[in-house]
Structures are given as C-alpha cells and as structure tokens.
C-alpha cells in the first residue's frame, strides 16, 4: 500500500506539502496541487482520515440530517452545503430521518460517534430532541438547524423569511381577483408552517379580507394523507376560489385531490405554493411558485457551522440568517378571465 512519503516523492514535494492539499487546512497553488492530486490518483493512494482524526482530533467531516432526500428541496440544501464544505477542505455526510422523531435522535447519536466536527440538521416533523441538541453543543459540537428551525433551543440557524413569502404567494392570488383562498398546511407544531399560516393571515387581512377558520387545513407531510383530506373538504358545497399550500409535500396532495375531484386548473379552481415540485418543469399548467434559495441555505448554513469549527465567529449568542423568497407566477394562478 502506498505511503504519504511516496505520494510526496512522486509528486516532488514534501510531505508537509502532500498533507495541506488533503486536509485543505493550508493553501496550496494550483500548481503544487494538480501535482499531488495526479501522484495520488496515479498510486491510487487513499489517506487514513481514521488514524489522522485520532492523531489531531480533526475529521474534518460535518454531518447534515435532512427528512426526506427523494423531496427536491433537500438535495439543493445538502448541494450548497457540499460544495461550501469542499471549498474549505471538509466532507459532508448525509443521511435521512424519514422525518421520524425516533430515527433522527438515533442519527444524531450516530453522527456524534463518527467524530464529525459539526452538524447541520433539518428538525423532523415531530417533537424536537431539545436535550439531546443541548449535549451536542454543551460537547463543543456545533449545530446548525436549517428551514425548521426549533423552538426553545439556542442554536445558530438558516431559513427563508417564511411569513414574507407566504404573503407573496397569497397577495398574488388576492390581485387575481380571488377572495375564498383556501391554506393547506404542514404540522403546524413546525415553526415554519407556523409562520407560513401567519403570513396568509396578514395577506387577507391587509386586503380587507376576513379569516375564515375553515379554510386552514391543516395536514402532516405524507401526499397521500393531503390528498384524502382535501378530497373531503373539496366536497364540500362550496369550495374556496383558490388553495395556498405551504410546502411542496402538501403541494403535490392538493394537486393529486384536485385530479380526482375532476378540478381542472386555474379554469375551476387557482392554486400557488411554496417550494418548487420536483417535476414542476413537466407540469401543465405550470405551477405559481414562491421559491426558495435552497442552494444558498445550504451554502450559507455549512459556511456558519465552519466559523464556528474554526473559531471565526466567536460570539455567544447563536446567529440567525432569513434569506428571502422570489415569487415564479405560472399559469396555475391566472384567472382574471374565469366567469364568476
């Protein structure tokens, strides 16, 4: 098996040299590094991080935990936080909750035992391990939440101005001429969705429109159970004008509710959403979305949890980041023609 020291003699550089390109924790040129980079591929060299993490205590490895990877939104996230860890010499693990209260606490510990010099997590849909968060950064770990951001836990965090954008969505409807709108949501026991509902709120009541009570349906975050939920309120003898959903799993229940209720849409019924779909690009008519900076949240989550690794922020109080939304209008919110 090829040793550093054969790396380093292939490459002609030093060993010191051959170790900064590894572990990225000194610069390099270009030159020096294309060298070592060809020396360790042409020897099929591959660096112990084991024994170095024992050596220096550094793995420069992070974890990120996010709920559902096959829900486009999340790879963005892991991308941007990858490629911000690449740049500064670190790697991402990413693993999955299933959005399970009970699998996220077991991968935290999980993550913990691997050594991983920080932690970027996407709180599952259920009661939030308050405790157990507080003994990871109590152990010099730092945490980063992203999108859901917990309640009662002092940690740093990363998400989109989640009641801004609900506003935009919603406001956007209200100019269409629509007045019953209809709000399917997530757990409300998630913060975001929280806020999401507050910003439909101020959206109606800015316009002068009343609250009703009844067109806030609350759901959870499997498509399926959206799906039967809207089916029966949809039955209803009067069904609202348009539908806000306020994240993409729910999105994709209400559209799936609106096909089997024989809704064709904006024609009978208008519809927007936070967070783009995964195959939004196939859809016809195409969907009015507020669109999130996925990527950007996770470039800027993993580029804060490495200030904290390497001291760069220094301050006690943990750091808040809110990263605006853009509204994309589709053809699923243009009604101004619809016969009333």
Request: aromatic share 4%.
């Amino acid at each position: 098996m090829p040793s550093i020291k054969k790396v380093a003699e292939v490459a002609g550089v030093s060993v010191g040299t051959v170790s900064h390109v590894i572990t990225g924790s000194v610069p390099v040129s270009d030159e020096l590094r294309l060298k070592v980079q060809t020396a360790i591929r042409d020897l099929n060299y591959h660096p112990n991080h084991v024994a170095r993490s024992l050596k220096t205590s550094k793995t420069r490895t992070l974890g990120i935990i996010v709920p559902d990877m096959t829900i486009s939104f999340f790879p963005q996230i892991i991308r941007g936080a990858e490629t911000a860890a690449r740049k500064r010499g670190y790697f991402l693990i990413a693993v999955n909750s299933d959005d399970d209260g009970d699998r996220q606490k077991d991968l935290l510990s999980l993550l913990r035992s691997q050594r991983v010099e920080g932690i970027l997590l996407v709180v599952a849909a259920a009661p939030t391990p308050i405790s157990q968060i507080s003994r990871i950064l109590d152990a010099g770990i730092p945490v980063v939440c992203l999108d859901r951001i917990p309640d009662r836990v002092a940690v740093d965090s990363v998400s989109v101005e989640d009641t801004e954008g609900a506003q935009l969505g919603v406001d956007h409807l209200i100019a269409q001429g629509l007045r019953r709108i209809a709000v399917v949501t997530g757990p409300l026991a998630l913060k975001n969705e929280r806020r999401r509902v507050q910003g439909y709120r101020t959206a109606l009541e800015r316009a002068g429109i009343p609250v009703d009570e009844s067109l806030i349906w609350q759901g959870n975050l499997r498509t399926a159970d959206v799906a039967a939920m809207c089916r029966e309120k949809l039955a209803a003898s009067r069904k609202p004008d348009a539908v806000f959903s306020t994240n993409g799993p729910t999105a994709l229940g209400v559209l799936r509710a609106f096909r089997d209720c024989g809704l064709r849409t904006p024609e009978d019924i208008a519809f927007a959403t936070f967070d783009e779909l995964a195959v939004d690009d196939i859809f016809s008519p195409s969907v009015t979305t507020v669109v999130q900076p996925a990527y950007d949240i996770g470039s800027r989550a993993a580029n804060l949890l490495l200030d904290r690794i390497e001291h760069v922020e220094a301050l006690d109080d943990p750091i808040t980041i809110r990263l605006p939304a853009n509204l994309r209008v589709g053809e699923s919110s243009r009604v101004l023609q619809r016969a009333r």
